[in-house]
């Protein structure tokens, strides 16, 4: 069963989001999970501080949408971290690739990023065993896996292209 | 299927948001769709301007998500606006209720907030048909429906946890 939907309206400039900031904390102490949805009919850049979803959010509202006709954006809290595959088949379903910045430790195929300039030596290792499918890095470096400069972004993208999705239509 | 996933990974501050900047549009270009996942294992406080998921939503990507141990956050582009239905099936399944801010004409059951030094009169009406089940204003006002002073919110909450929130557990 989906959860019960009430809808706030007014006229404009009538203090809605001033209520739901009094209102969510009276129905959090109640024992309730309450989520807020705000429609946003104008469209909207980005959530951000001072904002009515993050005046929600600090109000304590679990879970907090803003709805557009171009965007969604939503902010939920979570019990226990989402995992990489459940991030991607709740919220990632229709892309043809998804991009981790970071899950070292998600088992997925890696391609390492390394700048000399930065670090005396990759995360990775020739011998390590390890998901590594390629590296990326300002000076030639071996790793048993493709190089690639790392501002040859054309060739990194083919080479995703290829590794990825051979079979997914685009324009190739 | 799920879409393939690929982990950028690197040592502390390598670049990979800047490379993700280039290769977004690149793999855009090629006519895919692209997601991006930014792991943050310290938490974070809001997604905004200047962060890295809104440098990767900026480069083109069609959804990004940031991840921590305690929130998810995710900005997508639709290209069609989802329905309070479909979003609250999508997002909201967890919580014990949900309120929107706004969508007058969704058709749910709707409690509207009057102030009287704001507008001369309610969007609603007593004769016209409707989903209003309470008003709430800074005067009292009869609609033909239950009407609570503006900074009465334990009453209001009442009435929604009475309406709603009955048989859904909480602490009453």
């Known amino acids: 069963m989906p959860p019960p939907i009430v809808s706030i309206v007014s006229k404009k400039n009538s203090g809605k989001t001033t209520l739901l900031e009094k209102l969510i904390p009276e129905l959090k102490r109640r024992g309730y999970r309450v989520g807020i949805i ?3 009919t104008h469209g909207f850049d980005i959530d951000h501080e001072g904002k009515d979803s993050w005046r929600h959010k600090q109000a304590g509202a679990d879970t907090v949408a803003i709805s557009s006709p171009w965007k969604i954006s939503v902010i939920k809290d979570v019990v226990k971290e ?16 998804v991009i981790t910045e970071g899950y070292k430790k998600a088992g997925k195929p890696q391609i390492e990023v390394f700048r000399s300039t930065a670090h005396n030596s990759p995360l990775h290792t ?16 071996d790793l048993n896996v493709p190089w690639f400069d790392i501002n040859d ?3 990194i993208a083919q080479f995703i292209e290829k590794t990825f999705l051979e079979n997914k239509g685009g324009y190739q």
């Open 126 to 141: 020739k011998e390590q065993p390890n998901t590594l499918i390629a590296v990326v890095s300002d000076v030639p470096i």
């Open 153 to 155: 972004v054309v060739s």
């Open 82 to 97: 989402y995992g990489v595959d459940e991030i991607v088949a709740r919220y990632f379903a229709n892309e043809d690739i």
């Open 38 to 40: 705000k429609h946003d």
